[in-house]
């Protein structure tokens, strides 16, 4: 079933198809009504597009609620509970709030904003090596590089 594209004027910076759409479209299929945290800007096309998917997004004043809420909602609903934040301190805020889901047994799927791999180890605004943080506060962690591996990694964060 072929999905129809949205034009796209001339001189737009966003690829077509916009890796993000997958994101949505892969949380839309595992059954996501609500994703919790806060935008920025390596994470703006995500939020959008999950939006634009229909999956409502609660947004915080700090990430760390956002992380909490998405534990609370996975244990009230027994669903995995979906929360975002960008690069940087963003990624950082959540640390310990994620650590605090993966003692619990929480179910919680984090989606970090970060940098693209040939900017790695390089003097960059906001660097943040989201594996280096989470291989050992969580169950699962790996980096998408490329926008094909989305939908997989995505469909194995559920498992």
């Given at each position: ?114 940098n693209m791999p040939e900017m790695d180890m390089l ?37």
């Amino acid at each position: 079933m072929a999905t129809e594209q949205k034009a796209v004027p001339l001189g737009m910076r966003e690829f077509q198809p916009n890796p993000s759409t997958y994101i949505a479209e892969a949380l839309k299929e595992h059954g996501v009504e609500y994703a919790f945290g806060i935008h920025g800007g390596h994470i703006w096309q995500i939020v959008d597009e999950i939006s634009n998917a229909g999956i409502k997004t609660i947004t915080f004043r700090h990430e760390q609620s956002a992380v909490y809420a998405a534990e609370a909602y996975s244990k009230v609903t027994r669903k995995p509970g979906v929360c975002f934040a960008t690069v940087g301190p963003g990624v950082g805020n959540c640390v310990s709030a994620l650590q605090q889901a993966h003692h619990s047994c929480s179910p919680v799927i984090f989606l970090g904003g970060g940098n693209m791999p040939e900017m790695d180890m390089l003097p960059v605004i906001q660097p943040s090596y989201i594996m280096d943080l989470m291989r050992h506060i969580t169950k699962w962690c790996e980096r998408v590089t490329e926008p094909s591996q989305i939908k997989q990694f995505i469909a194995r964060a559920f498992k």
